[in-house]
Every structure is written in C-alpha cells, then in structure tokens.
T-cell receptor, first 114, second 113 residues
Framework: NAGVTQTPKFQVLKTGQSMTLQCAQD?????MSWYRQDPGMGLRLIHY???????DQGEVPNGYNVSRSTTEDFPLRLLSAAPSQTSVYFCASRSGTGDSYEQYFGPGTRLTVT | KNQVEQSPQSLIILEGKNCTLQ??????????LRWYKQDTGRGPVSLTIMTFSENTKSNGRYTATLDADTKQSSLHITASQLSDSASYICVVPRNTNAGKSTFGDGTTLTVKP
C-alpha cells in the first residue's frame, strides 16, 4: 500500500491564483481530512469527509473548497490564493470508528503564496 | 475553551539520555489522547493512543502516561537515539465522529551525538 499520497510536494503561487492540492489513499478509508500547519502552531482542520459525496467544514474552511467523488480521492481547492494561505498542508485518512481509529497522514504540500 | 498545551517547546539532549515531554489538556468531554511523532518535512505518525481507562502504554522506547483526573499526559523516551530528533505532538479529539481534534503545538526534540 502507498498509504496517503499528496501532490505536489512544493508549490509557489501568486496572490489571486487558484490551484488544487491532490490527495489519494489506497486503504479504502471512509474518513479523510485536510489540515494546515503553520510554524509553531498545531494542525488545524480545514475540511473533512466521512465518505464519498459527503464533506463538511472544519475550523478554518474559508478560502478552500473540497469534493469527494470517490473513496480514494479528496482534493483541496484554493479559490483565490492569499499570502495568509502560505502553510504546509496535510491530508489524512483514518481507519476504524469510535475511539480506536488510527489516523494516517500524507507527506504534506508546502505552499507559498507571494 | 478546549486547549492542549505542551512543554517544553523545545529540548536538546545527548544521545543515550532519557527525556520526558508533557501535555496538559482541557478538552471536554474526554475520550482519548494521542501522541504523534513528526519528522522534519514529513507527516505526523501515530505513537500511542491512550483511552480514559489507561494509565500507561509503551511502544518500544516510548512510554506514555495519562492522568485523567489532573488532565495531564507525558511521553517518556528511554535511551534516546539520533532518529528520535523530531517534533512530538499531543492530540485530544473533541468529537470522534467529526474527527475534530485539538492539536498541541508540539515539542521539538533534538538528540545530539
């Protein structure tokens, strides 16, 4: 299994540009999520999905869109990039339910918005 | 307010030494607490999951403790190795079904030869 994969690994955008961060998992997990990690801060939840066709907002959803057309893929779209979106983005998926789930993170995408 | 506070913010130790990282939380209701290891440039990897009824759990040289009464957890690393250099993150889920968790800011551990 490849686990959770993310592309690209690095990206530089200009203010106002749009782009999609790709995330895929091959573990058949229903639950997937996107986080951002800023220097010196804990991870913050952007959006999550409990299954194909179902998405919901996390703590910091503004400026981002998601969709979940398949179990495997969960792309994150930046509509109009802003310098405040400069961050490292992690996609995660999890197995199990209740308290015993295991969460698996991708390698991250480092995004810089100039 | 749901919070997870970790200390120290950073720590430098010599290879072979032991160390203990602290995590205090105010998340309620409490169901479990997780420790992750994050290597530089990588995603977090799960080390341990502590449920309400567990006081101690070991994973190799890593031992986590939990005191649900005082809302404190610790991660003890024994006989540190250079590969232990990483950020250690304490996480307390707020709503398991929605996957909403409160992440600590992490403790950055550097192990020197």
């Amino acid at each position: 299994n490849a686990g959770v994969t993310q592309t690209p690994k690095f990206q530089v955008l200009k203010t106002g540009q749009s782009m999609t961060l790709q995330c895929a998992q091959d573990m058949n997990h229903e639950y997937m999520s996107w986080y951002r990690q800023d220097p010196g801060m804990g991870l913050r939840l952007i959006h999550y999905s409990v299954g194909a066709g179902i998405t919901d907002q996390g703590e910091v959803p503004n400026g981002y869109n998601v969709s979940r057309s398949t179990t495997e893929d969960f792309p994150l779209r930046l509509l109009s990039a802003a310098p405040s979106q400069t961050s490292v983005y992690f996609c995660a998926s999890r197995s199990g339910t209740g308290d015993s789930y295991e969460q698996y993170f991708g390698p991250g995408t480092r995004l810089t918005v100039t | 307010k749901n919070q997870v506070e970790q200390s120290p913010q950073s720590l430098i130790i010599l290879e072979g030494k032991n160390c203990t990282l602290q995590c205090n939380y105010t998340v309620s209701p409490f169901s479990n607490l997780r420790w992750y290891k994050q290597d530089t440039g990588r995603g977090p990897v799960s080390l341990t999951i502590m449920t309400f009824s567990e006081n101690t759990k070991s994973n190799g040289r890593y031992t986590a403790t939990l005191d649900a009464d005082t809302k404190q957890s610790s991660l003890h690393i024994t006989a540190s190795q250079l590969s232990d250099s990483a950020s250690y993150i304490c996480v307390v889920p707020r709503n398991t079904n929605a996957g909403k968790s409160t992440f600590g800011d992490g403790t950055t551990l550097t192990v020197k030869p």
